[in-house]
């Protein structure tokens, strides 16, 4: 037993420390001696990078508009920033991001009216479509994408609402109210079909976390089920990330073992069977400093990060903070503390890519300690490997996912290559028939593949093959439809 016991711990051990990232040097995004960035996100497509945030600053006027800027060599060299929000009196709040290949997908909070305003990029950041009012009543929203299928998730004073585009974003269906959603904000993962929503409210007289999920695209919803401990301390900010096989991971801070007034400790909790049941809950800090996080995953490793008070708890200053674990949440590696700044680093997000582990946060530590003026920052971190995951050619030349599987409908094929490339995706029956196919271009993405043949009619159960051909590779998956019954 003892033996087998340190083998474990090798094992273990080993695993960890492939998983870990290796830190670059902190890099500077923004340069508005004069204004102040707030609320960056970043979407990572293998080598490219997507960021966006909202800038304020002034010139003969204030302004408050949503900027984007892009990197395609995994944050080496950088474009200059654009504006994607009409330059107007109004502010242009709270933006999000979603990439799926060269199609890119911003979301933000309009100020006039709150309503929610949308804009895409089919060429990876280079050109922008006009912008579309997705709703004349929203707040804080929230983007989601699997292949064609864009959705956009916001709330209200009174609800929370979801808006699905089966094209790319062309067209937009009419919005549909989220049966007893929780209405204070919160964070939507897509795993077709699966969509999760981790939220927060105080339903109950405290506010604490919930989780709802659908498993047809958003057609029907669970009830909320509230994954934080109910008591008298609040739970608060949730993001969520949804793994291969669409288990939820949620993790959201919380003051109940903190003795200080403004910050508590960051909670995890993940459920194995889709969201169906939940494990215990973990706390993943202990020094009650935490506020604010994020997490993202790729394969069976989920990063973390949050902003943690603990350095400069009078003034309130932040620094960003690092775990990661190598086995979908079981265990979880030591802290990693990710800046050094004399003043103020917050806000942390999180993108992940077979290329690397990428973050942005908002950081004032090129003004003096009374100023307000914050830039967006930049880490990269690559894998423990010896070398730079994206130079090493006998990595991630190609990768195929497919998820759910077995499914009672639709699934998702998410690939990556190296490069840009012209693909095939391809469906066959057991006979060898082919089924299905769909023809492509691009370096990373989805394509959905909604369970019916060439002529648009049901497959029906069965085992099928799905195969991926890229040049002269060729990849593929068995499969398993199991029409007649939903999880």
């Given at each position: 037993?003892?033996?087998l016991?340190?083998?474990?711990l090798?094992v273990?051990a080993?695993?960890?420390?492939?998983?870990?990232?290796?830190?670059?040097?902190?890099?500077?995004?923004?340069?508005?001696?004069?204004?102040?960035?707030?609320?960056?996100?970043i979407?990572?497509?293998?080598?490219?990078?997507?960021?966006?945030?909202?800038?304020q600053?002034?010139?003969?006027?204030?302004?408050?508009?949503?900027?984007?800027?892009?990197?395609?060599?995994r944050?080496?060299t950088?474009?200059?920033?654009?504006?994607?929000s009409?330059?107007?009196?109004g502010a242009?709040?709270?933006?999000?991001?979603a990439?799926n290949?060269?199609?890119?997908?911003v979301a933000?909070?309009?100020?006039?009216?709150?309503?929610?305003?949308?804009?895409?990029?089919t060429d990876s950041?280079?050109?922008?479509?006009?912008?579309?009012?997705i709703?004349?009543?929203?707040?804080?929203?929230?983007?989601?994408?699997?292949?064609?299928?864009?959705?956009?998730?916001?709330?209200?004073?009174?609800?929370?609402?979801l808006?699905?585009?089966?094209?790319?974003?062309?067209?937009?269906?009419?919005?549909?109210?989220i049966?007893?959603?929780?209405?204070?904000?919160?964070?939507?993962?897509?795993n077709?079909?699966?969509?999760?929503?981790?939220?927060?409210?105080?339903?109950?007289g405290?506010?604490?976390v919930?989780?709802q999920r659908?498993s047809?695209?958003?057609?029907?919803?669970?009830q909320?089920?509230?994954i934080?401990?109910?008591?008298?301390?609040?739970?608060?900010?949730?993001?969520?990330?949804?793994?291969?096989?669409s288990n939820?991971?949620?993790v959201w801070?919380?003051y109940?073992?903190?003795?200080y007034?403004?910050?508590?400790?960051?909670?995890?909790?993940?459920?194995?069977?889709?969201?169906?049941?939940?494990?215990?809950?973990?706390?993943?800090?202990?020094?009650?400093?935490?506020?604010?996080s994020?997490?993202?995953?790729?394969?069976?490793?989920?990063?973390?990060?949050?902003?943690?008070?603990?350095?400069?708890?009078?003034?309130?200053?932040?620094?960003?903070?690092?775990?990661?674990?190598?086995?979908?949440?079981?265990?979880w590696?030591?802290e990693?503390?990710?800046t050094?700044d004399?003043?103020?680093?917050?806000?942390p997000?999180?993108?992940?890519?077979?290329?690397?582990v990428?973050?942005?946060?908002?950081?004032?530590?090129?003004?003096?300690?009374?100023?307000?003026?914050?830039e967006?920052?930049f880490?990269?971190g690559?894998?423990?490997?010896?070398?730079d995951?994206?130079?090493?050619?006998?990595?991630?030349k190609q990768?195929?996912?497919?998820?759910?599987?077995?499914?009672?409908?639709g699934?998702?094929?998410?690939y990556?290559?190296?490069?840009?490339?012209d693909?095939v995706?391809?469906?066959?029956?057991?006979?060898?028939r082919?089924?299905w196919?769909?023809?492509?271009?691009?370096q990373?993405g989805?394509?959905?593949?909604?369970?019916?043949?060439?002529k648009?009619?049901?497959?029906?159960?069965?085992v099928?093959?799905i195969?991926?051909k890229a040049?002269?590779?060729?990849?593929?998956t068995?499969v398993?439809i199991?029409?007649g019954?939903?999880?």
């Open positions: 037993m003892k033996i016991s340190g083998l474990v090798v273990w080993s695993s960890m420390a492939r998983s870990q990232p290796i830190w670059g040097p902190d890099v500077q995004l923004t340069n508005y001696p004069n204004g102040t960035a707030y609320h960056p996100k979407a990572a497509c293998q080598d490219t990078l997507h960021v966006v945030w909202y800038q600053w002034r010139d003969t006027i204030f302004h408050e508009e949503v900027m984007y800027k892009r990197s395609t060599d944050g080496q950088w474009t200059s920033d654009t504006v994607l009409l330059l107007s009196p242009s709040l709270m933006p999000d991001i990439v290949g060269s199609e890119v997908h933000w909070d309009e100020e006039v009216g709150d309503s929610i305003l949308y804009i895409r990029s950041g280079r050109n922008w479509s006009t912008q579309k009012t709703t004349p009543a929203g707040f804080r929203p929230n983007l989601g994408v699997s292949g064609d299928t864009v959705l956009v998730y916001w709330g209200t004073t009174t609800a929370s609402y808006s699905i585009s089966t094209d790319g974003g062309v067209t937009w269906q009419p919005a549909q109210r049966p007893r959603g929780q209405i204070f904000g919160g964070e939507m993962v897509v077709w079909p699966f969509l999760h929503l981790a939220s927060y409210s105080d339903s109950t405290v506010i604490e919930y989780h659908s047809d695209e958003g057609m029907t919803w669970s909320p089920e509230m934080s401990e109910r008591d008298l301390f609040a739970s608060q900010w949730p993001e969520v990330f949804a793994d291969r096989l939820p991971h949620v801070f919380d109940k073992y903190s003795p007034a403004w910050t508590g400790d960051i909670f995890y909790r993940t459920s194995i069977d889709t969201g169906n049941s939940w494990e215990p809950i973990d706390s993943l800090t202990i020094e009650h400093r935490a506020t604010a994020s997490i993202v995953g790729l394969g069976d490793t989920l990063h973390l990060v949050w902003q943690d008070e603990r350095f400069n708890p009078v003034k309130r200053y932040a620094e960003i903070y690092y775990r990661f674990s190598s086995d979908r949440g079981t265990t590696g030591p990693t503390r990710l050094y004399s003043l103020d680093s917050r806000e997000q999180l993108a992940v890519s077979p290329s690397g990428y973050l942005v946060w908002g950081d004032n530590r090129d003004t003096d300690s009374l100023s307000y003026n914050y967006i920052y880490k990269r690559t894998y423990n490997s010896g070398v995951i994206a130079d090493e050619h006998s990595l991630f990768d195929f996912k497919i998820y759910p599987n077995p499914s009672f409908g699934m998702s094929c998410r990556a290559f190296l490069r840009l490339t693909f995706v391809e469906v066959f029956d057991v006979t060898g082919r089924v196919n769909q023809a492509g271009y691009g990373c989805e394509v959905v593949w909604g369970g019916k043949d060439e648009g009619v049901e497959a029906g159960s069965g099928f093959i195969r991926l040049g002269r590779r060729v990849q593929q068995k398993v199991l029409k019954g939903k999880p």
